[in-house]
């Protein structure tokens, strides 16, 4: 079935660098995508989303990019701190904005 | 403002025992609401979506089900527990429409 996939499972990165966490999906018809940031033993957390009528969305230290063209989705985190270490997963609405499709979640691991 | 509670955290029940978890939402009516599996290390798997009163949509066939008794109650059952059934569960509730999904915090259940 249609699925969200990520490209890279573990992510490390050094504090105060640019992080970039990729995504790919399979569903041309998804037009509205989430990025959710989740610590360990919490449910995820929103941080920015975006609809298929844009390519990019800016929230504060982070930006969304959609390429609707390859089907990919990034998330821009801007000087990383290490209160950004967790797992961020992409997500895609499915079933006519019914229900979510997650991806399998990147680890984000900020270096001192 | 709208609120999802969550319980229990923790749970541990043997191999073959029921299980009830509830979820409920304050601040928002006619909510969807989502029922969403996370083994370790690993994405989130949705097991069942509701978007009334009495409509379950079940995702993936197992040994829970779910049911909505009142419009802010979502609730995940088993008859007979599986040590496969293990896992972090996760409630959500999100507005009608194509719009970002809030969790609550979760619960470990450990079957032993």
């Known amino acids: 079935g249609e699925s969200v996939g990520l490209h890279l499972p573990t992510l490390s990165v050094q504090e105060g660098d640019n992080s970039i966490i990729n995504c790919a999906y399979s569903?041309?018809?998804?037009?509205?995508f989430i990025w959710y940031k989740q610590e360990s033993g919490k449910g995820p957390q929103f941080i920015i989303d975006?609809?298929?009528?844009?390519d990019k969305r800016q929230g504060q230290r982070v930006t969304v990019l959609l390429n609707k063209t390859v089907k990919h989705l990034s998330l821009q985190i801007a000087a990383t701190q290490p209160g950004d270490s967790a797992v961020y997963f992409c997500?895609?609405?499915?079933?006519?904005?019914?229900?979510?499709?997650f991806g399998p979640g990147t680890r984000l691991s900020v270096l001192p | 403002s709208q609120t999802i509670h969550q319980w229990p955290a923790t749970l541990v029940q043997p191999v073959g025992s029921p299980l009830s978890l509830e979820c409920t939402v304050e601040?928002?009516?006619?909510?969807?609401l989502y029922w969403y599996r996370q083994a370790a290390g690993r994405g989130l798997q949705l097991l069942f979506y509701?978007?009334?009163?009495?409509?379950i949509s079940s995702e993936v066939p197992q040994n829970l089900s779910a049911s909505r008794p009142q419009d802010r109650q979502f609730i995940l059952s088993s008859k007979k527990l599986l040590l496969s059934d293990s896992g972090f569960y996760l409630c959500?509730?999100?507005?009608?429409?194509?719009?970002?999904?809030?969790f609550g915090q979760g619960t470990r259940l450990t079957v032993v």
């Open positions: 997500a895609e609405n499915g079933n006519y904005g019914q229900n979510f499709v």
């Open positions: 569903n041309s018809a998804s037009d509205y």
């Open positions: 509701s978007v009334g009163i009495g409509q």
């Open positions: 601040g928002t009516s006619n909510p969807n």
């Open positions: 959500a509730w999100s507005r009608t429409g194509v719009t970002e999904a809030f």
């Open positions: 975006i609809r298929s009528n844009m």
